[in-house]
Each structure stands twice: as structure tokens, then as C-alpha cells.
């Protein structure tokens, strides 16, 4: 009869290379504490890698030749990982959404999701982090992705303090998605990002 360890491996190696997993995955296997230890002797094998607490990586390998090693998955992979895991909708706010849509080359260490889930904070094992602050559904309405970046970055700049530079990357974004698209989502935008957007349809 195989051992937890096998049947775990089975359906990770079904799922392929670069897939993230959780112990509730595996409850079909067994008890979660048999679940998990079966999960850490996977890691201490270095089959597996423990990304953080309850979150495991089946580890992607770089075969372009340039010997970057392992490709890691990055916080956005996580993140959506953990929303489809909890049924949860998520969007990302912050430093992050500017980062997203090219407003900002800084690249944070932390970034920040609303979500209608539950609010944690989750450590990355190489020191980046998620944190996810619950928010109400209105705020996760948007129906459409690039209308809901912009909102959230925008946000995060503040009405006097958007560049012309920015407005610029802004109307370069809105040249690939239908006006029709982006206004429906207009009883969600503040009246001064509307302004810019309405601006950058000109």
C-alpha cells in the first residue's frame, strides 16, 4: 500500500512542476496531523518546498540553460493560489498596483490585497510578505481588471500628486481596453480618477 508520502507525490507531479499546494488538498489522505508531517518529511526529502506556514511549492526548474536554478513562484501566484483556496475575491491596492500597471518601478517586499476573505498576514520563507485587509464586496465589484488597477493606484497616489508622466502610462493602458469596458465599472471610480480616465479616452 502506498505511504501518505507517495499519494501526495502522485497528485503533485499529476498537477506538474510550479504548483502550489496546502495540506487541505491531501484530507483524503488522512488526518491533517499525518497530512502534515508527511508534507515536512517531503520538504526535509527536498521534494517539496515550504514557502511558508501551510503553503507548499512542488519547485519549477529553470531549463533555459542560464542556470538560474529553481523558479520560484512569485506573491501574485500566491496569493491567487490562496484566494481560489478560500473561494475568496482579492485585488491588489497599494505600492503593489502601481508596481502591476507600471506607474512605479519599486518593486515592494510586501504586498497588500483587499479581500472579502479573512485578513492574515502571510510570510514568505525569503522574507517578502502578503497581507490581506478585508474589505467590503462593493470594493471587489469591479468587472473590469485594468479599470480596478487603476482605481486602486490611483488611490494610493492621491488626487494632487499624479504626474504627467503617469497620466501618459495611464492613457497608454486604456488604448487596449474598450471604453465600454472600462466606464460600466463608473459607479465604483472616485469622480477624480473618472476625470483622468474620461481624460485619457480623449
Known amino acids: 500500500m502506498d505511504s501518505i508520502d507517495d499519494k501526495i507525490m502522485s497528485v503533485v507531479k499529476e498537477k506538474g512542476e510550479g504548483t502550489i499546494v496546502f495540506p487541505a488538498d491531501f484530507s483524503f489522505f488522512g488526518q491533517t496531523p499525518s497530512v502534515n508531517k508527511a508534507l515536512e518529511r517531503l520538504v526535509k526529502n527536498n521534494v517539496l518546498i515550504r514557502l511558508a506556514r501551510g503553503i507548499y511549492y512542488y519547485p519549477k526548474m529553470d ?11 512569485t506573491l501574485e501566484d500566491v496569493a491567487q493560489n490562496i484566494a481560489i483556496r478560500d473561494h475568496a475575491r482579492i485585488a491588489p491596492t497599494g505600492n503593489y498596483a502601481l508596481n502591476v500597471l507600471g506607474l512605479s518601478t519599486q518593486v515592494p517586499m510586501n504586498v497588500v490585497y483587499l479581500t472579502d476573505g479573512s485578513p492574515r498576514k502571510i510570510s514568505i520563507r ?4 502578503i497581507q490581506f485587509i478585508h ?3 462593493k470594493n471587489l465589484a469591479f468587472k473590469c481588471k485594468l479599470a480596478m488597477l487603476i482605481t486602486f493606484a490611483l488611490k494610493e ?5 499624479v504626474t504627467m508622466a503617469q497620466e501618459s502610462k495611464i492613457k497608454e493602458l486604456l488604448k487596449h481596453e474598450a471604453k465600454e469596458d472600462v466606464y460600466q465599472d463608473f459607479g465604483l471610480i472616485p469622480t477624480w480618477i473618472k476625470s483622468i480616465i474620461i481624460k485619457c479616452y480623449e
Do not use: E, K, Q, V
Open 63 to 73: 531549463n533555459s540553460g542560464l542556470n538560474l536554478g529553481i523558479l520560484y513562484p
Open 135 to 137: 474589505t467590503a464586496p
Open 157 to 161: 497616489i492621491g488626487p494632487d500628486n
Open 126 to 129: 525569503d522574507g517578502r510578505g
